[in-house]
């Protein structure tokens, strides 16, 4: 596991209400996970920037090996 950070955080309470209630988590759990979605989001990001600046191709015979 990577290195954890303790940290203190204000955050409006009805907005860490409905995170909760959508992750159905603890606090705790869905404060990492909604970092783990920022993460995921900005990786997206970087993908679609490379749309059409890479050539990529395979075939399916070439998956089976």
Known sequence: MAAMRKITVEVPEQDL???QAFT????TETVRE???RMRSIRAQQRAIALRGK???SA???EGEE
């Open 54 to 56: 890479v050539k990529f």
């Open 24 to 27: 159905g988590k603890g606090v």
């Open 17 to 19: 209400v409905e995170a």
């Open 34 to 36: 909604a970092l783990r």
């Open 59 to 61: 075939s399916v015979e």
